[in-house]
């Protein structure tokens, strides 16, 4: 990862494990991201809580206007200069 840019990046998880979320956060930095999760992983105990805590987003695979919404707030994250 090249997390020497000032600019905001996208940075996209491969998922091979569950690690790719603590080490992206270990990455780029704790505070300055937001991440988009599957509408299903509100339902696990603790990583659910932790994904609405942290003003994160859940997107319904199968609903067109969750996929526009997640997208819409992306562009602004990035526009505000945070990390997605």
């Known amino acids: 990862l090249n997390t020497n840019s000032k600019r905001p990046a996208m940075y996209v998880a491969n998922h091979n494990s569950w690690l790719d ?3 992206l956060g270990y990455a780029i930095g704790w505070k300055n991201y937001k991440m988009v999760a599957k509408n299903e ?26 996929q526009i919404q997640t997208l819409k707030a992306g562009m602004n994250w990035l526009k505000n200069g945070v990390n997605l």
């Open 21 to 23: 979320i603590p080490y």
């Open 41 to 66: 992983l509100g339902k696990v105990p603790f990583i659910g809580k932790a994904i609405k805590v942290g003003g994160n987003v859940m997107v319904d695979r199968a609903s067109r206007k969750s």
